[in-house]
C-alpha cells in the first residue's frame, strides 16, 4: 500500500477543505500529510467562505471556529496567474461538465500533481484523481 509519503503536491478541492474545518474524515489526511505541499486556488477558496456561514448555522458551530480552524489548515492559496496558461485545457478536458472545476484541474495540470476531490466530474481526466477514501487508507495503512 502506498502512503501519503509518496505524495509530493495535492490540489485540493474545496470539499475536502470544508469537511476538514468542520473536523470531518479529511483532516486526518491533512494530520497525517506532513511533507505533502497542499495547494487551492483563490477560486476554491472563495467557494470555501461561501460555505462557511452556512456550515456553521447547520452544524451549530461558532462562524469564528471555523474560520480559524480553515487558518490552520496547511493549504497554500494560488491566484489565477498561477496556472491561467493550463485554463484553456482545462476548459477542453472539463468545461462541459463543469467550468467551475477548471481553476482546480489548471491548478493540478500546473503543478502536475494529483487533484484531492469527491468530485465525480473529474474523472477520466488527465490528472490522477484522489478521494478522501483513498487518501485516508493510505493514512491508516489499509
Known amino acids: 500500500m502506498k502512503t501519503l509519503k509518496d505524495l509530493e ?3 485540493v478541492d474545496a470539499n ?3 469537511s476538514a474545518i468542520i473536523g470531518g474524515a479529511a483532516r486526518a489526511v491533512f494530520l497525517g500529510g506532513e511533507g505533502i505541499g497542499f495547494y487551492t486556488t483563490s477560486f ?4 470555501v467562505e461561501r460555505y462557511i456561514p452556512r456550515l456553521s448555522a447547520e ?6 471556529d471555523l474560520y480559524l480552524a480553515f487558518s490552520m489548515l496547511p493549504v497554500n492559496i494560488r491566484d ?5 496558461s ?7 478536458l472539463l468545461g462541459k461538465r463543469d467550468p467551475d472545476d477548471c481553476h ?13 476531490t469527491n ?3 473529474f474523472e477520466g481526466l488527465e490528472v490522477k484523481v484522489l478521494s478522501t477514501t483513498e487518501l485516508l487508507k493510505r493514512v491508516l495503512g489499509r
Not at 44 to 47: D, I
Not at 59 to 64: E, F, K, W
Not at 80 to 84: L, M, V
Not at 86 to 92: S, W
Request: net charge positive; hydrophobic share 45%; aromatic share 6%.
Open 16 to 18: 475536502p477543505l470544508l
Open 9 to 11: 503536491k495535492l490540489a
Open 104 to 116: 482546480l484541474l489548471a491548478l493540478g495540470l500546473k503543478l502536475r500533481c494529483p487533484v484531492w
Open 59 to 64: 452544524r451549530d458551530i461558532p462562524l469564528d
Open 44 to 47: 476554491n477558496l472563495k467557494e
Open 80 to 84: 489565477e496567474d498561477f496556472y491561467k
Open 86 to 92: 493550463m485554463m484553456k485545457r482545462a476548459g477542453r
Open 119 to 121: 468530485d465525480s466530474d
